[in-house]
Nanobody
């Protein structure tokens, strides 16, 4: 399985970006998926996760009310709509997939290559 993350870029504070994560090689319709982010010198932390059918969603407290995770299993793609971006949201964003349900990065099986999000103040 290969995950390809895209959609990062430079945006002003208060702006929006939409990240995409496209899976290839096999369907991930039975996998939960998540978005993580990692800023320089910091650990890779979960931002949001979504169950295999999309029925269950969790967000980190820091992004609740601003970010929306979704997935389209027919397209084998997951999304992260990021609104009201803040400078502290700047990081490399990674998508990942897991057969179970976890917030721990080391438990995820498949990873995308990361996409940089930069937020100017």
């Amino acid at each position: 399985v290969q995950l390809q993350a895209s959609g990062g870029g430079l945006v002003q504070a208060g702006g929006s970006l939409r990240l995409s994560c496209a899976a290839s090689g096999r369907t991930l319709s039975r996998h939960a998926m998540g978005w993580f982010r990692q800023a320089p010198g910091k650990e890779r932390d979960i931002v949001a996760r979504i169950s295999s059918a999309g029925a269950t969603i969790d967000y980190a407290d820091s992004v609740k009310g601003r970010f929306i995770i979704s997935r389209d299993n027919a397209k084998n793609t997951m999304y992260l709509q990021m609104n009201s971006l803040k400078p502290e949201d700047a990081a490399v964003y990674y998508c990942a997939a897991i057969r179970g349900w976890s917030t721990k990065a080391n438990e995820y099986e498949y990873w995308g290559q990361g996409t940089q999000v930069t937020v100017s103040s």
